[in-house]
């Protein structure tokens, strides 16, 4: 069965600190990994990987893909109070068009 | 960029009502958008997939005659939640790709269902 897992569930740290959040995978036929940031409505998309070792950025959010290991990070440096959300990690498995989510990582960022 | 417009935002209604949720791609076509269901504290399930002019695929345990789903235009589906019970309480959100052979998917921004 496929299954995507992200670690950690809850994570709490203070402005400034860097944080990486984990996932990882167990999919047949995977095309593409993707990460999503929700605050309290809709996730709102930050990036598709589908090779390894190439790290997509996007000002201070950055992620990677290790296809060999199965998994991904997504880093944030400098977090703010705004980053605060739940980020989704989810695979595209080639059926169909439907995404695997994980469980989600729901990253507090205090003051 | 791409948008997903979903209505309404939120919904209450009695038990053994119905309550239909409209989804609408508002720059582009979508042959597929896709329902999911979440719980609090919980990721997103996929409940179905809708295709436009055709029925829609239901995922394992999804009652697909409890939750009808209609993709009549290009740019929208509805999904009813048809004789709706407090345990159907949940966040209901659509999603359409507007990237031809990608997944990057666009998410409305969710329906919350409350039945009394």
């Known amino acids: 069965e496929d299954k995507v897992v992200q670690s950690p569930l809850s994570l709490v740290v203070h402005e400034g600190d860097t944080v990486t959040l984990n996932c990882s995978y167990e999919?047949?036929?995977?095309?593409?990994l993707l990460w999503y940031k929700q605050e309290k409505k809709a996730p709102t998309f930050l990036f598709m990987l589908?090779?390894?070792?190439i790290e997509k950025k996007s000002g201070r959010l950055s992620s990677i893909l290790d296809k060999k290991e199965l998994f991904s990070i997504l880093n944030i440096t400098a977090t703010q109070t705004g980053d605060s959300a739940v980020y989704l990690c989810?695979?595209?498995?080639?059926?169909?068009?439907?995404?695997?989510f994980g469980q989600g990582t729901e990253l507090s960022v205090k003051p | 960029g791409a948008v997903v417009s979903q209505h309404p935002s939120r919904v209450i209604c009695k038990s053994g009502t119905s309550v239909k949720i409209e989804c609408r791609s508002l720059?582009?076509?979508?042959?597929?958008m896709f329902w999911y269901r979440q719980f609090p504290k919980q990721s997103l399930m996929l409940m179905a997939t809708?295709?436009?002019?055709?029925?829609?695929?239901?995922e394992q345990g999804v009652e697909k005659d409890k939750f009808l789903i209609n993709h009549a235009s290009l740019t929208l589906s509805t999904l009813t939640v048809t004789s709706a019970h407090p345990e159907d309480s949940s966040f209901y959100i659509c999603?359409?790709?507007?990237?031809?052979?990608?997944?990057?998917?666009?998410f409305g921004a969710g329906s919350r269902l409350t039945v009394l």
């Open positions: 999603s359409a790709s507007s990237v031809s052979g990608a997944n990057v998917l666009t």
């Open positions: 720059d582009f076509q979508a042959t597929t």
């Open positions: 809708s295709n436009e002019g055709s029925k829609a695929t239901y």
């Open positions: 999919v047949t036929n995977f095309r593409s």
């Open positions: 989810a695979v595209d498995s080639h059926k169909g068009g439907k995404l695997i």
């Open positions: 589908t090779s390894s070792g």
